[in-house]
């Protein structure tokens, strides 16, 4: 299925603020809207609320401010209905990974949103085709290399065609190649104009599969926004919001540092690599 890019917001956040039991800001006032068709990448340092606010737009923390889902605001009514088109990722599969096989984790979501066992199980042949993942149907999960798991919680997701998709750092601890694998099915969905919101540490992700990028400051807010060309490429900027690191040499007794880079040969792009 292709999804049509509009001007509609998909998502809108206004003025979210979060704080755990224990007092401690996650978030402290962010703000900021997302199209239908859009695919966005959500990054910032460690600590600057990217997971908790995926959370509070599916309903499963709840702080101040507005959020609404496809002009449905979250809320503890509308919260089921509003996850009923939301696909949602976790960083850690094993958090939405809880079947015996594959197949019963994927059917899992159709069959609550009321489909009848064959549309449910349609679905996900359907979905473990489009991954390539048909013969892991009879698997157990909890069996599966990471980059397998990360695979199967992302077709949980599409199985109940969700209108939105909301990913929480995909590629944190894949090898490079199943890194690659993920990133050519993100970049598949977003050339069908699925939307999408990944909050990832991922340069090269935000790069390649993002059109926009909104960044989380330590101040818990958001800080920036603008094409991946301009944000990635700005060194000041993401040295600034600690975003990339400087590698140090001693050449002669002296010690030089400098930011990482990694360049794309066939491009010839440039950009900060964490």
């Given at each position: 299925?292709?999804?049509?890019?509009?001007?509609?917001?998909?998502?809108?956040?206004?003025?979210?603020?979060?704080?755990y039991?224990?007092?401690?800001?996650?978030?402290?006032?962010?703000?900021?809207?997302?199209?239908?068709g859009?695919?966005?990448?959500?990054?910032?340092?460690n600590?600057?609320?990217?997971?908790?606010l995926?959370l509070?737009?599916?309903?499963?923390?709840?702080?101040?401010?507005?959020?609404?889902?496809?002009?449905?605001?979250?809320?503890?009514?509308?919260?089921?209905?509003?996850?009923?088109?939301?696909?949602?990722?976790f960083?850690?599969?094993?958090?939405?990974?809880?079947?015996?096989?594959?197949?019963?984790?994927?059917?899992?979501?159709?069959?609550?949103?009321?489909?009848?066992?064959?549309?449910?199980?349609?679905?996900?042949?359907?979905?473990?085709g489009?991954?390539?993942?048909?013969?892991?149907?009879?698997?157990?999960?909890?069996?599966?290399?990471?980059?397998?798991?990360?695979?199967?919680?992302?077709?949980?997701?599409?199985?109940?065609?969700?209108?939105?998709?909301?990913?929480?750092?995909?590629?944190?601890?894949?090898?490079?190649?199943?890194?690659?694998?993920?990133?050519?099915?993100?970049?598949?969905?977003?050339?069908?104009?699925k939307?999408?919101?990944?909050?990832t540490?991922?340069?090269h992700?935000?790069?390649?599969?993002?059109?926009?990028?909104?960044?989380?400051?330590?101040?818990?807010?958001?800080?920036?926004?603008?094409?991946?060309?301009?944000?990635?490429?700005?060194?000041?900027?993401l040295?600034?919001?600690?975003?990339?690191?400087?590698?140090?040499?001693?050449?002669?007794?002296?010690?030089?540092?400098?930011?990482?880079?990694?360049?794309?040969?066939?491009?010839n792009?440039?950009?900060?690599?964490?």
């Amino acid at each position: 299925m292709e999804y049509a890019k509009t001007d509609t917001p998909a998502i809108e956040v206004r003025d979210l603020r979060f704080s755990y039991p224990d007092g401690r800001a996650a978030l402290a006032g962010a703000s900021f809207t997302v199209h239908q068709g859009e695919s966005v990448a959500l990054i910032g340092a460690n600590g600057t609320g990217k997971s908790t606010l995926l959370l509070c737009l599916v309903g499963i923390l709840k702080g101040s401010g507005t959020v609404y889902v496809l002009g449905t605001e979250v809320n503890s009514e509308t919260v089921f209905a509003v996850r009923s088109r939301i696909g949602f990722v976790f960083q850690n599969p094993e958090h939405q990974l809880f079947s015996t096989s594959v197949l019963d984790d994927i059917v899992f979501g159709p069959l609550n949103l009321g489909l009848s066992r064959e549309e449910s199980l349609t679905r996900a042949d359907a979905v473990l085709g489009e991954l390539n993942m048909t013969e892991f149907k009879h698997r157990i999960p909890h069996h599966l290399s990471q980059g397998e798991k990360k695979k199967v919680a992302l077709a949980t997701a599409l199985a109940m065609n969700p209108s939105v998709l909301l990913l929480d750092e995909p590629t944190a601890g894949l090898d490079p190649r199943s890194s690659t694998q993920l990133i050519d099915i993100l970049l598949r969905l977003k050339d069908e104009g699925k939307t999408m919101l990944v909050a990832t540490h991922d340069m090269h992700l935000a790069e390649e599969v993002t059109e926009r990028v909104i960044v989380l400051g330590e101040s818990r807010t958001v800080v920036r926004e603008g094409v991946p060309g301009d944000i990635l490429t700005d060194e000041s900027f993401l040295r600034q919001h600690n975003l990339i690191h400087e590698h140090c040499h001693i050449h002669e007794r002296t010690r030089h540092g400098h930011p990482h880079f990694h360049r794309h040969h066939e491009d010839n792009h440039i950009h900060p690599h964490l």
